[in-house]
Nanobody, 124 residues
Framework: QVLLVESGGGLVAAGGSLRLSCAASGRSFSSYAMGWFRQAPGNEREFVAAVSWSGRSTDYADSVKGRFTISRDNAKNTVNLQMNGVKPEDTAVYYC?????????????????WGQGTQVTVSS
């Protein structure tokens, strides 16, 4: 079993930056990939970014590519999402997710482990 706890959400002005963190416990952290998803009111939960078990491979949704950076520290059992140049459309609850396997995945069903979510609000 895996327990994931997000932190770092809040209110930020458009164009600003925010850093989300996720602390993992339970199953060996370096044995699985990690991802970030988000869900805005009335919308489906959507893929944001993913990182492989080693951190060497990453993937991003087109909407955040070039603005967000995902990284992981296997020694500290953490994964981060650095959000730069945020836009009002980035407003959502952001969820940290642990994958079943080692590869960075975009598909929500590949992630059996989920955090409770952290709210990110971008003001215009």
């Amino acid at each position: 079993q895996v327990l994931l706890v997000e932190s770092g959400g809040g209110l930020v002005a458009a164009g600003g930056s925010l850093r989300l963190s996720c602390a993992a416990s339970g199953r060996s952290f370096s044995s699985y990939a990690m991802g970030w998803f988000r869900q805005a009111p009335g919308n489906e939960r959507e893929f944001v970014a993913a990182v492989s078990w080693s951190g060497r491979s990453t993937d991003y949704a087109d909407s955040v590519k070039g603005r967000f950076t995902i990284s992981r520290d296997n020694a500290k059992n953490t994964v981060n999402l650095q959000m730069n140049g945020v836009k009002p459309e980035d407003t959502a609850v952001y969820y940290c997710a642990g994958a079943a396997g080692r590869l960075a995945e975009r598909v929500r069903d590949k992630y059996p482990y989920w955090g409770q979510g952290t709210q990110v609000t971008v003001s215009s």
